[in-house]
């Protein structure tokens, strides 16, 4: 007898739009962590944090092994959720390097808003 439901996915996969969101948003997250391996003072003078490149260098590791895992696994939300925490990471960062005035608050606030407009889960 054949199945009257159409198959919509592979088999094991889904196609809905919160997992083409969430696989969005694990290659988002793996290009940033690249980015920040890659170029962290560079990054660090563009969002006003000059001096803080080791911990930009660590945090770009643990986006690469976020996105990893988000592209990865059966059930992406709590892998989400820990991307949105450390996001909450990076602004609590940028807050802090801030304070130090060694850059310019203009780059400053430009980064928050960009942190603040990626974090939304």
Same mark, same amino acid.
């Given at each position: 007898m054949r199945n009257s439901v159409p198959r919509t &996915?592979?088999? !094991? =996969? $889904?196609?809905? *739009?919160?997992d083409r969101l969430a696989k969005g948003l694990g290659f988002f997250s793996i290009a940033l962590g690249i980015l920040e391996l890659a170029a962290p003072r560079?990054?660090?003078r563009a969002i006003g944090v000059d001096g803080h490149e *080791?911990?930009?260098r660590a945090y770009g590791a643990r986006e690469i092994a976020? !996105? %990893? #895992? %988000?592209?990865?696994?059966?059930?992406a939300t709590p @892998?989400? @959720? !820990?991307? +949105? &925490?450390g996001d909450g990471l990076d %602004? &609590?960062? +940028?807050? #802090?390097? $801030? =304070?130090d005035g *060694? $850059? !310019?608050?203009?780059n400053t606030l430009l980064g928050l808003a960009v942190l603040v407009g990626v974090a939304q889960p």
């Open positions: &996915a592979l088999p !094991g =996969r $889904s196609w809905s *739009t919160q560079a990054l660090c *080791t911990v930009v976020n !996105g %990893i #895992a %988000i592209l990865t696994t059966h059930d @892998w989400v @959720w !820990g991307r +949105v &925490a %602004i &609590a960062t +940028v807050l #802090a390097g $801030s =304070r *060694t $850059s !310019g608050k203009e």
